[in-house]
Structure formats: structure tokens, C-alpha cells
């Protein structure tokens, strides 16, 4: 007799993990030991770094050099084919970053990988604008230097101190499907490059990490707050979801999104007065249509409003939440390959007997 099929897993619990915790009842999530608030307003995405990866179990004995891996990643720009001219950043990513060789030390493999990331995004949005890439400077904070390679100019402080509280805040958010998919890379004893690439698939999808360029879309669509709850309607009338709105864990509003919203609000975006006004107008109506499953804005929603008011593109959004995650999805590998076991979960067969020659039901 086998279990019932868990579809989507939900609510299973696959690993024990000591990198972060959320809780969707409350709205809360715990990086490390601190609250996604207090680590947002009071760390640099270096010290985040170091945060989850001693967390998963890695010994540091001094902060990654993030720098020297910028600028070793820069090195192979010049030997990644074609990669950074591929159309999608998270196709050009995947690309680039399978072309970092493995050396069997998890450490030193995350330091570099979370050290390409930036570089190799940059570069694309720069290859896509027929534009040369620009190299890091290895002296400058992680995420102003990012900027300053994807924008081509130095940015304000202001731009670059709210990148640098967003790749804080979405640095790793317990068992989502693109660290599941590291850690079960991880657990067959492949290396922690393989785990990164696959960490960048499942990432891309709009069900995952792709949805704020198509939430930016959405608060264009609309363009003004009194056109908000016809356009959400149409929208749910044609079969589609809201884009930024709910989640598989959060009951309520997911905590990230306050955070974002506030780290936003020194670059007094035009656009933030239109995202509440739409979130107010799409949680009411997912409300009054799902009163039995609660729907709110989730991280993807100001992410959007966030990242265009750095100046980031929108087809740079999704590229830019691998920037930070694959230092969560880094801690995974390494606290799997410490504490896990080989995953491999099991099917029911519901195809042709062999014996019957019927479906089975
Ligand atoms: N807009 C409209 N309806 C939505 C919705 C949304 N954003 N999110 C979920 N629903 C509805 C589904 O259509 C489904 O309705 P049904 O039971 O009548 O078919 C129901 O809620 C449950 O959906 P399901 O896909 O099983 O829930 P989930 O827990 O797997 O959903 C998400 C989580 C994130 C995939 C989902 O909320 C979603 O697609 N959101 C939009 C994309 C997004 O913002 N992604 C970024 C996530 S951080």
C-alpha cells in the first residue's frame, strides 16, 4: 500500500536546516537568526553572506573575498561562447555560470560562484545592449559594484544602499523549489556547481523567481489606481493569476514585501503609490474570491517597484534574484552534503498493467 500522492509537496518537510525559517501563519522570516527586518537594515549583502554560509555549516576564517571573485569571474568573460548573448538573462546565466569548473571544495566553488553572478549578469545586459562589458572593481561593495557594471556609471548611494537591502532580504527563503532542486542535486554527491545551475531552471520560472518583470508589466498596464480593479478583474475573468500576489507558505503578507517597500521609499519611486494602490485593490478581490485560502502580496511585488527604481531593466529582475540567492542555495549544498542523505522520493504508477493490460486507478 503506498501513501498518498503529496502534489507539490506542500507541507512536506524535507530537510533540517539551521539557514532560515519561515513562517506563513505569522508572516515572519528568521536568516540565520535574525529577523529579515534587522538584517536588511543592519547588514551589507557580505555579511548576509557570511551569515547563511555559517549558517549551513561552512568555516570562514575571514569574510569571502567577493571582490577577487568579481574580478576573477571577469576574467572568463572572454571565454563563455556565446552565453551573454543569449536573449534571456536567466538562460545567459545558467550558461555562464556552468562554465565555472568545479574543485571539489564547496567553499571556494560558492565564494566564486556568488562572485560571477553579478559579473555575468551585467555583462549580458551590456552584450544585449551592444555594449562592451564593463570590469568590476573589486574595491567596491558587492552590490554597487553590480550596479555600476549593469548601469555604466556610478550609482547614487540611495540606489545602491536599496540593492543592497534587497539582495539581503531575498538571500534564502527556507525549502523553495529552486534550493530543493540544489540540495537534490547536492544529494547525490554531484558538485556545487552543478547545484547552482540547476538552482538558476527552477528559479526562472514565473511561478518562482520570474515574476517581477511581469508584475512591472502589470502596474503598467493599469497606470493609474482607479483603473486597478476593472484590469484585476478582466485579468482573473481571462483565467490568469496576479502576478506578485500569493504564495505557498505566507497566510498573510509576505514580510519581505514591507521590507522592500520600505527600502524603496528614500528613491521615491513614481510607481509606488500606483503598487499599493493595485495591492490594496488585488488583495480585496482575491480575498472575496478565495476567502478560504488568503492571498497577499508576495516578495516579487516590490521587487519590481524596487529594482526599476535602481535603474535595473526588467529583464534583469529575475537575473538579480539569482545575484543574491545562490549564496542560500551555496549554504544549502553545504549543509546537505554535512547532514542529508540521497532524495529520492518515490512515484505511484498509474499507467498500463502488465498484467491487466488496464490504466491502474
Ligand atoms: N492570482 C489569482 N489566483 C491565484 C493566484 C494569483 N496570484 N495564486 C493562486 N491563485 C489561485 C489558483 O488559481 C488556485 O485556484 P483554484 O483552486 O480555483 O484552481 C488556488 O489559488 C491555489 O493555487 P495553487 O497554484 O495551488 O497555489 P500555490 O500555493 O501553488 O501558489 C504561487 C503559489 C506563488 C505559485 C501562486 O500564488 C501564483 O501563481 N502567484 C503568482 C505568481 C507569483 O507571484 N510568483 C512569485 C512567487 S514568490
Redesign the pocket.
Known amino acids: 500500500m503506498t501513501n498518498p500522492t503529496s502534489n507539490?509537496l506542500?507541507g512536506v518537510v524535507v530537510a533540517d536546516t539551521a539557514i532560515s525559517e519561515v513562517d506563513g501563519e505569522r508572516g515572519r522570516l528568521v536568516i540565520a537568526g535574525h529577523d529579515v527586518e534587522q538584517l536588511a537594515l543592519h547588514s551589507t549583502f557580505e555579511d548576509a553572506v557570511s551569515a547563511v554560509l555559517t549558517a549551513g555549516g561552512a568555516r570562514l576564517a575571514d569574510p569571502p573575498r567577493l571582490g577577487a571573485a568579481r574580478a576573477a569571474a571577469f576574467e572568463l568573460v572572454p571565454r563563455l561562447g556565446d552565453a551573454l548573448a543569449m536573449p534571456d538573462g536567466m538562460d545567459a546565466l545558467r550558461t555562464a555560470v556552468g562554465h565555472l569548473r568545479p574543485t571539489g571544495d564547496d567553499l571556494a566553488d560558492a565564494i566564486a560562484a556568488i562572485g560571477a553572478a553579478p559579473v555575468f549578469v551585467a555583462g549580458w545586459n551590456r552584450t544585449c545592449g551592444g555594449l562592451a562589458p564593463i570590469a568590476p572593481d573589486p574595491t567596491l561593495p558587492h552590490a554597487e559594484d553590480y550596479l555600476r557594471m549593469s548601469i555604466g556609471a556610478a550609482p547614487s548611494p540611495a540606489a545602491a544602499k536599496a540593492l543592497d537591502a534587497y539582495l539581503v532580504t531575498v538571500i534564502d527563503h527556507g525549502m523553495s523549489a529552486s534550493t530543493f532542486s540544489a540540495r537534490v542535486i547536492t544529494s547525490t554527491a554531484s558538485d556545487l556547481i552543478s547545484a547552482i545551475v540547476g538552482g538558476v531552471g527552477a528559479l526562472k520560472g514565473?511561478?518562482?523567481?520570474g515574476?517581477p518583470g511581469p508584475v512591472l508589466d502589470m502596474l503598467d498596464a493599469i497606470g493609474s489606481p482607479e483603473a486597478a480593479e476593472p484590469w484585476l478583474l478582466a485579468e482573473?475573468a481571462a483565467g490568469r493569476?496576479?502576478?506578485?500576489?500569493?504564495?505557498?507558505i505566507y497566510r498573510v503578507r509576505?514580510p519581505r514585501a514591507a521590507v522592500l517597500e520600505t527600502a524603496v521609499r528614500p528613491l521615491a519611486s513614481r510607481r509606488l503609490e500606483l503598487a499599493r494602490a493595485v495591492e490594496s485593490a488585488a488583495s480585496k478581490i482575491?480575498r472575496e474570491r478565495?476567502p478560504d485560502?488568503p492571498?497577499a502580496a508576495?516578495?516579487?511585488f516590490y521587487t519590481a517597484v524596487l529594482l526599476d527604481a535602481v535603474g535595473l531593466p526588467r529583464e534583469q529582475f529575475a537575473p538579480t534574484f539569482a545575484v543574491s540567492r545562490i549564496a542560500g542555495w551555496s549554504a544549502h549544498v553545504i549543509e546537505q552534503r554535512r547532514t542529508g542523505r540521497l532524495i529520492r522520493p518515490a512515484s505511484r504508477y498509474v499507467g498500463l498493467s502488465a498484467s491487466t493490460g488496464q490504466y491502474r486507478q
Open positions: 507539490g506542500e514565473p511561478l518562482h523567481g515574476a482573473l493569476r496576479i502576478m506578485g500576489m500569493g504564495h505557498r509576505d482575491l478565495k485560502r492571498m508576495n516578495v516579487e
